[in-house]
């Protein structure tokens, strides 16, 4: 007895063989079987053949009774998209030029942008003094899934040509498999609204990978995403960056969230809120003081970030003036009811986390009464607040990184206000005229927690495979200064002037002058003019040799003008010492 699989299959081959179906390996010899020399067939028999052979392919390609496993794929033609890349800047590294390659040509990314951050002005909210990326590359990617491919190949190419895995924030590993994820989202819901969002548990919507290499950043965001966070807006100028359109569901992202008051509701709220601080700090009576804050804790409601924020900078206005009216615990206060307020949206809490540690690290700065505190005191308050704030974020917050946090984790290893700082020096120089200000003590410098805080800085930057900036460096030689330690001062002083560029370096000659006239410490000027003035053997370097270097001319008029200020201030005092003369003799040429 024949089995029954035998039977079908016979039965089919039947069919094939008494039907006009054509099987698909004998559509394939239809053309390869005989050759045909198209340069003897006439262009009629030509056209005949084609057509037959076409007739043949369509009666397969469209007949029904054909198995799918025996029809031609009816594929369509790939159709090339030519990515537009944005044009780079001549003054921006090679490696610009590759990432953007990297991520249309490679990895497909479409709509790319590039902004250029480098040669902004200094006082530039967004100039590379200010924040650490050079060059922003934003991009779109097709899915979730297109854009956490993207990311990993991203990872991973660095890692293998630059030995590091870059910093990456918002990619979402496939390896967390749905429960789990629904059990973090779970675990989430049942804290404060700062964790009830599914943003970094759910999909790659948006993935930003910190190269390290040469300030460049990327940021991956499916179209919707780019849509709603408009992050264009924050680096280009441009008006037509900025949307009047606003959407019902702009905050559904958002897991567990609602919606409890109008938008404009708040604006206007907020927009009051902002008065009222703004006539804080035009006012001067005690009684006046009073009243507008009786009329901002009446005008306040809590209905959205800006308003807590601006609660908090009123509030610590008012600390300023009188510490006994609005305490340190008061501040603290607003910034944890902030963080457990349930009808908060935010797109970013990170990026809140991150700006509300800097700020009650100025409170601990400017405070009139923490700043009497001892650094070890201050320190404390700071990693407990860290502890607690960090938190109410899923994802790990990294201060380290921030130029912000840095400059005053330093600051907070001495105290007293009396100081001569960067600020001070770059006014002078600016303004051309000297402070009124006399600087005659010294500041008073923990030892212990300035070396530990050098040392968390020092690691991040080994760790992210680039040098500490200058700006830091010099933070650190004028505290060295300000403090009376004047060892360390010129040790930070001979790293910055081989670090800095050559075009640069007589800027920071003109600087290093003009702190030192404000200090006004005879034995250290006479250290300067008797070392660095013209004494390029004993150091490799000197102002003269690099002002010579520099064609015998200041970047700027007003370098020029402070430097001959400067040494002209100084000659009252230093007229009669022979380490002066040279001095003397350059500024009365200039």
Known sequence: MIPRSKLVSRAYLNHIRSSTLVPRSHRRNLQSETPINTDKVGEEQKENLENETANVSETV?????????????????????????????????????????????EYGMSDIKLYDLSELPEDHTYSVTNQPFKYIIICSGKSEKHIYKAASELRYRIKHERGYLPSMEGRVSSALNALARRRLMKRAGKGPAATDNE????????????????????????????????????????????????????????????????????????????????????????????????E?????????????????????????????????PDL???????????????????QEITHDVIKYMELLVDSPIASHEEPAEKYNKLSKFISQITQFSNEEVNLLSNPQFQSLLWRLSYNGSNEVDAATVSEIIQTGQPTETTYSEYLVLDEKKSRDAWTFIEQCYHKSGTPVPVWF?????????????????????????????????????????????????????????????????????????DYIKHGEQFTTKEEKHAIKSAINKLASECSTFPWFQPASDFASKL
Not at 300 to 326: C, R, T, W
Not at 343 to 348: H, K
Request: hydrophobic share 35%; charged share 25%; glycine share 4%.
């Open 61 to 105: 390609e469209h007949d029904s009774s054909i198995p799918w496993y025996l029809r031609e794929d009816a594929s369509s033609q790939i159709r090339t998209v030519e990515v537009e890349l944005p044009e780079v800047p001549e003054h921006a590294p090679a490696t610009v030029a590759d990432f953007l390659h990297v991520v249309g040509q």
């Open 199 to 294: 943003f970094g548990l759910g999909k790659n919507s948006w993935v930003m990978c910190d190269t390290g290499v040469d300030g460049i950043v990327v940021h991956m965001l499916t179209p919707d995403r780019r849509e709603h966070l408009k992050l264009e807006s924050l680096w280009s100028e441009q008006e037509d960056n900025v949307s009047t359109e606003s959407s019902i569901d702009s905050d559904s992202i958002f897991r567990g969230f609602r919606r409890r008051f109008h938008t404009s509701t708040r604006c206007f709220n907020g927009n009051k809120l902002k008065e009222i601080y703004d006539l804080l700090l035009v006012q001067e009576s005690p009684k006046s003081l009073q009243s507008l804050k009786q």
């Open 296 to 328: 901002f804790d009446l005008s306040f409601k809590g209905l959205n970030i800006q308003e807590y924020n601006i609660k908090y900078d009123f509030y610590k206005s008012l600390h300023l003036l009188d510490p006994e009216a609005v305490t340190e």
């Open 332 to 350: 603290l206060r607003i910034v944890w009811d902030k963080y457990s307020s349930l009808s908060l949206v935010c797109d970013n809490w990170k």
């Open 473 to 545: 460096r010099e933070q650190k030689m004028y505290t060295y200064g300000n403090c009376g330690k004047w060892t360390e001062f010129w040790n930070e002083w001979d790293v910055i002037v081989q670090t800095v560029p050559t075009e640069h370096v007589l800027g920071y000659w003109v600087k290093l002058l003009v702190y030192l006239t404000e200090r006004n410490t005879i034995e250290e000027l006479r250290n300067f003019f008797v070392t660095y003035w013209n004494q390029p053997q004993r150091m490799g370097y000197s102002f003269i040799a």
